[in-house]
């Protein structure tokens, strides 16, 4: 069974929108440094190096139209040194700022970051734009797209297929759902407009509720119940979203005050140590590696995984102890700073 490990790698409007006087964070965003290492990217590369595995970097690009010096390009030209796949990650909500009056738009239209319900035309065009900046930034062309936020429809599906982008993972059911009864899909690969969508995998965490897969949201615990599960139910393939700031906790505006989130970056070094250690059950690979082998009866295999009630209570308390003292720690350091 292949585990993908995806990482969408992008900056933050960081609450320009709803205050013009915000500046938007970009590279602190990713690298998310602290005490003189990159808790983020840094801390994601050399994690996966010491376990041997290859990730897929899912890369935003809209942001271009406010970053104009590009440091994105140089982010990602990092990653592809480290032999990790590199593909598109669209926030549409960037592309506002062609506009000089941009707060204007924004006060008008103020859901700019919506993919789903978008006309077609504008959705190619977002895509187009992606596909030229890995042009730009001398990268293989995306093969793989990831929608900011999950967000889908079937007019994204649609324009991937009119720009030539084979391979999805939009769909999260537990962070966005479509409504629509072809797009429940909560694992495996299925073919849409002639797309090959790979669900981020989702399961029920409590009766009722669906859960995806992230690392800042699931615990080891439940991650290895999961990895367990799914190839037991003969699953193809599992795909885990993370982001480089989820290994990092921040306090205030302007993501400047930040601390080392330990929890989270032990999750993702067990669950690496996991996979590596049962070869013969999981083997790590990019997401487009995975996408593109040959499509079997079970590649559409769509179960509702359920996980264990016990492990849902404890990530829930570890989560709240954890997310108070960390709070509690950078305001400390804070009021410490002259």
Excluded at 4 to 15: L, M, Q
Excluded at 185 to 196: E, I, Q, S
């Amino acid at each position: 069974m292949r585990v993908c490990f995806t990482i969408d790698t992008e900056f933050s409007i960081a609450g320009a929108f709803a205050d013009a006087a915000l500046r938007p964070v970009g590279v602190p965003m990713v690298l998310c440094e602290t005490e003189g290492r990159s808790q983020g990217l840094g801390f994601l590369l050399d994690c996966f190096a010491r376990h041997g595995m290859q990730a897929t970097f899912f890369v935003e690009t809209v942001q271009r139209h406010y970053f104009r010096d590009d440091p994105m390009r140089a982010l990602a030209r990092r990653i592809a040194r480290h032999g990790h796949e590199l593909q598109l990650h669209v926030h549409p909500c960037w592309a506002v700022f062609q506009h000089a009056d941009w707060p204007r738009r924004v006060r008008l239209a103020p859901r700019q970051d919506d993919l789903a319900g978008r006309a077609l035309d504008s959705t190619v065009a977002l895509l187009r734009h992606g596909q030229e900046t890995f042009a730009a930034w001398g990268l293989p062309p995306p093969r793989v797209f990831r929608a900011g936020s999950l967000q889908h429809d079937e007019n994204l599906y649609r324009a991937q297929a009119a720009v030539g982008i084979p391979f999805s993972s939009n769909i999260g059911l537990g962070v966005f759902n479509c409504g629509l009864a072809d797009y429940q899909l909560r694992a495996g690969r299925h073919v849409r407009h002639g797309v090959v969508e790979c669900p981020v995998l989702t399961f029920e965490d409590c009766p009722g509720h669906l859960k995806t897969v992230s690392v800042s949201g699931t615990s080891f615990a439940e991650m290895r119940w999961l990895l367990d599960s799914a190839h037991a139910a003969g699953l193809e393939l599992v795909v885990i979203l993370s982001h480089p700031f989820e290994y990092v906790q921040s306090y205030g505006d302007g993501f400047r005050v930040l601390r080392r989130h330990a929890v989270n970056q032990s999750r993702l070094e067990r669950l690496c140590a996991y996979v590596a250690a049962h070869p013969q059950r999981f083997q790590a690979s990019g997401l487009a590696a995975a996408a593109s082998l040959p499509l079997t009866a079970r590649s559409s295999s769509n179960p509702l995984l359920r996980g264990r009630p016990w492990h849902t209570a404890a990530r829930l308390a570890t989560q709240v102890i954890y997310d108070r003292y960390g709070r509690w720690m950078l305001s400390r350091r804070t009021a410490r700073t002259p």
